[in-house]
Structure formats: C-alpha cells, structure tokens
C-alpha cells in the first residue's frame, strides 16, 4: 500500500457542483432583463465545462480514488467528521453522462420552445448539479440531500406547463412517491448514525463490519433499497415514470430515462459495497436472490407494458422501466461482471433513450402528435429520424455490436457464473417486448404499413399530446442533429475495442470495500488486481442476440397484421384481455400507487427477513 499522493492534476471536485449552483443563481436574479440568447448560451457553456471536468475527474481518478474533504476537516484519530467528494471512474464518468446529457437536451430545447422563461434554464442547471453530486458524494446524508435537490428540480420541470392539469397531476404522482422514498432514506440514515455515529460512507462499513448483522442493520437497508428503487422506477416502486414522461417536455423526458433513473441503481450500488457488503458478506447469495428477482420482475413487466402502448413517451418511458430491470439484474448479481456489463450497459442506454426522446419531440414539434396511431405514414417525411428509430429499435432488443449488446452479454455471462442461467431469458424477453414496441411503431409512423391502432388506445394516446411548445413547423437543423448525434454514439459503443475489459476494470476496483475505506479513511492506495479473465463475448451471447432481433420483428410484423384478418383481429383481443389487468393497474391515482408502494416495500421486507434468518 501506498500514502503519497497518486491521482494526476485534475479540477477540484467541488466545481462540477458549485459551477451551475452559482450559474444557476446568477440567472435567478438576472434571468428576467437577460436576452434568450444569452440565457441558452450560459447554459450550454456551464453544462460542457461540467462534462468537461468531469471527464478530466475520470480519467485522473483510474489508479486511485480522489478523496476531497470540503473546509479542509479530513479524517482525524480514526473519525471522519468532514464532508468528503470521493471521486473514483465510475462515478465520474457517470457524471461526466449526467453532463453531457444536460448538453445535448440544452441544444435541443434552445430550438424546440417558441419561449420558455428563464425558470426553465434555473431548474436545468440546478438538476444537473444535484446528479452530479450524487454522483460524486462521499457522505450518505450529502446523498440524500443531492437525492432531495434532483426530486425537487425533477417535479418543477414536470409540471413545467402549469397550465395543464395532466402536468399537474404528473408531478403530484411523481413528486408524492419519490417523497415517500426520500422519507425512507432518511429514516435509514438515521438508524445507522445512532449505531456509528457517523455519515461518511467508508466510516459507516468500518464500524457496522465490527458487529453482527442486526435488525437495524437489515431495517437501514431496507430503507435505502425501497428509497432508491422508487427513483430508479424498480416494480412495483415504478408508477409515477409514465405519468411524468407523459407530461414532461421532451427535453427533460431525456434526461429522466436517460440518466436520472440510473442514478437510483448507481446509489444502490454505492451504499451496498461501501456500507453493507462488509458486514453482509454471509448473506451475500441471498441478498443476490432478492435484487435479481426484483430485476427480473421489473424486466418482463415493463416490457409488457412498454409493448401495450401506443402513446410514444409512455411506450418508451415503461420500455425504460425494463431496462432498469436488466440494470439492476447487472447490480444485483453482485459481481464485478455482473456491475461491468450493468455500466456498458448504461453507457449505452443513456444516449439511445435520450435520442428516442428528442425524436419523439420532433415528431410532436413537426405534426403536434405522440399518437402512433395519429402518426402513421407522416413519418415519411422524416427519413432520417426513421432511421434513428429504427436503430433505437434494434439496439433496445440487444442486436450483436449495437450500442446495449456488450453489456448485456457481461450480465449474462455474470448470471451463468452465478449460477443463474435462466436470466439469459429474463434479458430475452425484456429486449424482445420492446425492442418489437418500438420497431412496430418505427414501421407504422415512417413507413404507414399496418393495421390501424384501435379507437380506445388512438384516444389514451391524445391525452397528452398537445404541448404549448410544440409549434408545428420544421425541424431545425440542431434538433435533428442532436438525434443523429446521440443515436451513433450509442451504436458505436458496440464497437469500441476492449470496452468490456476497461469497464471490468473499474468494477473490480469499485466492489472493493477494504481499498476504498482505506483511501477515504487512512489516505492508503491498495493496489487492485487486473480482472482475472476479462469477459469476451461468446457465440452463444451473438446467437441470443440475433434470436431477440428476429423475435422482435416478428413480434411487430404480426401486431402490424393483426387487424387485417378476422382470426388476427380476435387474436389481438385475446391478448388485450390478458394484459389489461396489468394496464389498469395503472391508474393515474396516486392513491393506488402508494398502496402499491407499501405492499412492495412490506413483500421485499419480508424477503430479507426469510434471507437473513
């Protein structure tokens, strides 16, 4: 182990927080007598320099994390009573996404409103510096409070039309069910300060790995994990994502599926290796059963979800629901593998859902519909978003070397290691349902073949189309380039040579607990071990990959046919009389989503108490 300073000159880690917090009081104050112009422009500049940092962060931080303690109060005689930044690749590079992201949907909406006040760009930069702290944060009740800041930001900006009573209830489903998992978390950091008396989080797993695992200790958990699942849109925690996409402007639907709901997993993660997994180290295959099922179960049913709907942002707001599912199968397998291919895995899907979005603003900005039904053959027009979709298509059913695939297979090939192999059907199924969503969808708006959507579900989709900035005329050169931009990123992830490797690379050092308490507690440097066989991909991964595709498309040729034949159309109705169940569930009432809301915490509660007995 070493003590000297290891990690090369990087910006300090507070900036990437404190730039757009100032910039974004700077437009509070000054907002209203500052040009639009100059409003965009100040944005984008903040939002880069914050990916810029952040990416500089990233790659500063590979041989050792980067501990910065605010005000200088650092570990001393064994207590940390500081507030510390510690920074390491993988949550850097999840910020410098976070930043990006923020970016490109600045661009996109700079074209997108007619007009927009100057609390539009207050509410972005305030959201972008409370995930990238998150990010960043050392400290679990610094965690919590970046948690509160992102939720608070995230409801304003659902409800940015105010106007409109479907945004207004949106953001009351969000906003009462994200506060309810808030509640819990703090709760949860309460329970284990009275134990440790402490916050930092490499403290906290030094002092619960000194005794035994305890109902506090499985409560605190709980806590955290139903907290940060309600973020993360994990079922049954997961019914306020499709109101609020619904109603969101599509620029922040962007940054919603994009990257705030990954944040949850990435919390989980966090607070799982550095606090818990030293002292749940024997209960770490039960524990394993619990998150995965909670992922399978969250895979197949927003997939279903997402391929019973015709209203395109709820489609792709419950096709990200699924993959949350597959994130948290990544995460849950507690494996170094299985957290590298959960990483790939969103580094791709965060671009590719964030050009969906900025697509279907086009479509909404161009012909004011987010009807599929209302859309058919208008489409064609658009060629190149045709394209866009098409690809998003195929790279949300996991086509071989396209954009998601590389992490999918680690996931598989982690769950094979585990001993879990009937989750390569789980991964099926989920990019299946909607990769075949989004195909069907792709064919009828941009090519006008197919069956007509039924009456009930063309009328559920127009409840939420007619936006005030949707404004009816053409696509400006920027939007259309953010798309493009966004969806070859994603599929060039595919192909970036020893991606896998790389990313295993920086899971490895993240699952170690003892070296990062050891850099955050004593300034030691642990060397960490190379993986010891960096996962390749495999023919059987190839060939599950092209099964999903085909299935897909041959999911979204028969639903496009169904209508034609009366066999076919009896067809259809068999199958909306067998999901509809799982549909009315979701309501609208946030009254039902709370019930849902206990009974999944009380049935995950009672899972761990069954493991941990």
Not at 101 to 126: E, Q, R
Not at 454 to 460: F, I, L, N
Not at 581 to 587: E, I, K
């Given at each position: ?67 910065y ?46 007009a927009?006040?100057h ?25 919590f ?140 295959s ?6 995965v ?73 161009r ?12 489409g ?56 075949s ?109 092209v ?18 034949k ?12 067998v ?35």
């Amino acid at each position: 182990m070493r003590h000297e300073e290891v990690n090369p000159p990087v910006p300090s880690p507070a900036l990437p927080v404190a730039v757009p917090l100032l910039a974004a009081a700077v437009i509070s104050a000054l907002g209203r007598v500052l040009p639009r112009r100059v409003l965009d422009s100040g944005v984008l500049l903040v939002t880069g320099a914050v990916t810029w940092m952040c990416a500089r962060l990233a790659w500063g931080t590979v041989d050792a994390p980067l501990v910065y303690w605010f005000g200088g109060w650092q570990v001393h005689e064994g207590v940390a009573l500081g507030i510390s930044f510690t920074v390491d690749p993988l949550g850097a590079g999840m910020a410098a996404l976070v930043a990006l992201l923020c970016t490109t949907s600045m661009a996109f909406a700079w074209h997108y409103f007619d007009a927009v006040g100057h609390l539009f760009h207050v509410l972005l930069l305030l959201f972008c510096a409370a995930m990238v702290g998150f990010c960043l944060t050392g400290d679990l009740f610094n965690l919590f409070v970046f948690f509160e800041l992102m939720g608070v930001s995230a409801y304003a900006l659902t409800g940015y039309k105010v106007e409109e009573p479907q945004a207004i209830q949106g953001a009351l489903n969000f906003a009462v069910t994200n506060t309810a998992g808030g509640m819990l978390i703090l709760l949860a950091i309460g329970l284990l300060y009275g134990r440790t008396g402490a916050l930092n989080l490499a403290a906290l797993g030094e002092a619960l790995a000194k005794g035994p695992v305890d109902m506090l200790v499985l409560c605190a958990f709980l806590l955290l994990t139903v907290g940060l699942c309600t973020k993360a849109a994990v079922v049954p925690f997961h019914f306020w994502l499709g109101d609020a996409h619904a109603v969101a402007p599509s620029p922040v639907c962007a940054l919603f599926s994009g990257v705030m709901v990954e944040l949850g997993l990435y919390g989980l993660a966090r607070v799982y290796w550095t606090v818990f997994a030293p002292v749940m180290k024997a209960h770490a295959s039960g524990v394993r059963l619990v998150l995965v099922g909670m992922g399978a179960l969250t895979a197949v049913v927003g997939g279903l979800m997402a391929f019973q709907q015709h209203h395109l942002k709820r489609q792709l707001a419950f096709s990200a629901v699924s993959h949350m599912g597959v994130v948290l199968i990544g995460v849950g397998l507690l494996s170094p593998v299985g957290l590298a291919g959960a990483a790939a895995y969103v580094l791709a899907h965060a671009p590719l859902k964030a050009s969906l979005f900025l697509g279907v603003g086009v479509l909404l900005n161009r012909f004011r519909s987010v009807g599929e039904g209302r859309l058919k053959g208008r489409g064609r027009e658009l060629p190149w978003l045709g394209v866009c979709f098409a690809l998003g298509g195929l790279g949300l059913a996991g086509a071989p070397w396209v954009g998601t695939f590389p992490g999918k297979a680690a996931i598989e090939e982690a769950a094979k290691q585990a001993h879990l192999p009937w989750l390569t059907w789980v991964l099926l199924a989920s990019g299946l349902l909607t990769g075949s969503a989004l195909l069907r969808a792709s064919v009828r708006i941009f090519l006008g073949w197919g069956s007509e959507v039924p009456a009930e579900d063309e009328e559920a989709a127009r409840e939420d189309e007619k936006e005030p900035e949707a404004k009816g005329r053409r696509t400006h050169p920027v939007m259309g380039l953010t798309v493009v931009l966004l969806t070859l990123a994603s599929v060039a992830l595919g192909w970036v040579p020893h991606l896998g490797a790389r990313v295993e690379a920086v899971a490895v050092r993240f699952v170690d607990s003892g070296a990062y308490a050891a850099r955050v507690m004593r300034g030691e440097v642990h060397p960490v071990p190379a993986p010891e066989q960096p996962v390749e991909v495999h023919g059987e991964a190839v060939a599950f990959g092209v099964g999903s595709v085909l299935g897909a498309l041959a999911l979204a040729v028969a639903v496009l046919r169904s209508g034609r034949k009366p066999g076919r159309a009896r067809l259809r109705e068999v199958l909306r009389a067998v999901l509809s169940p799982l549909r009315d569930l979701h309501s609208g009432h946030v009254g039902d989503y709370l019930a849902w809301w206990v009974a999944g915490a009380a049935c995950l509660g009672g899972a761990l108490l069954a493991v941990f007995r």
